[in-house]
């Protein structure tokens, strides 16, 4: 596995959803904002748009674990976008009936009238938020009109269920069917994310290798990464795509660097050999500032050059001079990743520069004896 070999704890670049290997842009940044706002202001609709590959379910899941631990409001997660509406029915009244009286079967009408039944009985509930991810994929015809029905329930003049929406660009034109107007004219507050810029795409690559666990290594040039944001177009998704198979490659060829040849590989094999192969080299001109070298060693105090929260190159620089790993120490740790499975240790060997420094004591030492014999 190539995580070994790089020094990592587990592979940086997997698809799967994890709230801790999260890089907050400042466009999902904006988008937290956006909800919590929404949640202060007891907005009964929040909509989150994006392309396919942004993030919308990972952060659905930092919003889940958020709101799990806030006693003021009640939680339910759609679990599957393609459930029916007696299901979603189900789900929601779960949140305010308690177990044993959900006793209405597969009667959609019946689990309808009890929660409306429970409502008029019942003068102060916490109100419900409901996050149901990729909507997009729901009947529009059979489950998505009869959300605006149940979402009309309220208790002393206040709504009691609302919804969190994370959804594909193209529901705005679903919810622009006749069917669905009335839903889409309730929707007041809309947030669509953006792909990653150039720079914060830089950023979100040494994040997720930063918390897998890697220091220093692997590196990649700037030319590679400019490569991948040209064809990833800022979708993290296939940033990861691209970066899995090239850290795969690398590791197949001991080296430490990523570099461009690398790269273009892994995007013939990604486009496929009978396609066109893309002049994704040229275009717009590199804006960040990325560093010509990305061989980050130890601050002179022994501190990480490389930290969470300023993950950038140049930020890091900002701190002070910097001890770049030269090829000596990439080949001598290269050859003790081979034998080395403890993944928690540093990539720089600061050892050396105390041999060194141990070593000009004693010359200097000698010199003086030196000096002092010829007096």
Request: glycine share 6%; hydrophobic share 40%.
């Amino acid at each position: 596995m190539y995580h070994i070999f790089y020094g990592m704890r587990q592979r940086p670049f997997e698809n799967s959803t994890h709230v801790d290997m999260f890089y907050l842009s400042p466009q999902h940044e904006s988008a937290w904002t956006f909800i919590i706002d929404g949640i202060n202001s007891r907005e009964q609709y929040l909509l989150i748009l994006g392309e396919y590959g942004l993030g919308k379910s990972t952060l659905a899941l930092r919003l889940e674990q958020y709101m799990s631990q806030n006693e003021e409001f009640l939680l339910k997660v759609v679990p599957n976008p393609n459930c029916s509406y007696l299901s979603i029915m189900k789900l929601v009244a779960s949140a305010f009936i308690p177990e044993d009286m959900l006793v209405w079967g597969d009667d959609v009408e019946k689990c309808q009238d009890s929660l409306i039944e429970y409502f008029n009985k019942t003068s102060n509930v916490k109100p419900l938020y409901v996050i149901f991810d990729d909507i997009h994929e729901v009947d529009n015809i059979t489950v998505l009109p009869k959300i605006l029905s149940i979402s009309r329930i309220t208790v002393g003049g206040v709504t009691a269920i609302n919804w969190i929406f994370f959804a594909h660009v193209s529901f705005v034109n679903i919810l622009r069917s006749a069917n669905t107007q009335a839903l889409d004219q309730r929707i007041r507050r809309r947030f669509t994310l953006e792909p990653l810029s150039l720079f914060h795409t830089k950023e979100y690559i040494y994040f997720r290798l930063y918390h897998s666990g890697a220091r220093g290594v692997p590196i990649f040039q700037p030319e590679a990464i400019e490569m991948i944001y040209r064809y990833s177009e800022g979708i993290p998704r296939l940033i990861n795509n691209v970066c899995d198979r090239a850290l795969q490659i690398g590791a197949a060829m001991n080296s430490m660097v990523i570099d461009s040849n690398i790269i273009e590989r892994v995007l013939r094999e990604l486009i496929g050999s009978g396609s066109e192969f893309p002049n994704i080299s040229a275009g717009v001109p590199v804006v960040s500032k990325i560093k010509e070298s990305y061989r980050i060693g130890t601050y002179p105090n022994g501190e990480d050059a490389f930290q969470e929260g300023n993950v950038g190159i140049e930020k890091t620089l900002e701190k002070g001079p910097v001890r770049l790993v030269n090829e000596k120490v990439i080949e001598s740790h290269k050859k003790d990743n081979k034998a080395r499975k403890d993944d928690s240790e540093h990539l720089v060997p600061t050892r050396y520069y105390l041999y060194l420094f141990v070593a000009i004591l004693i010359i200097l030492a000698l010199i003086a004896l030196r000096v002092f014999n010829i007096l």
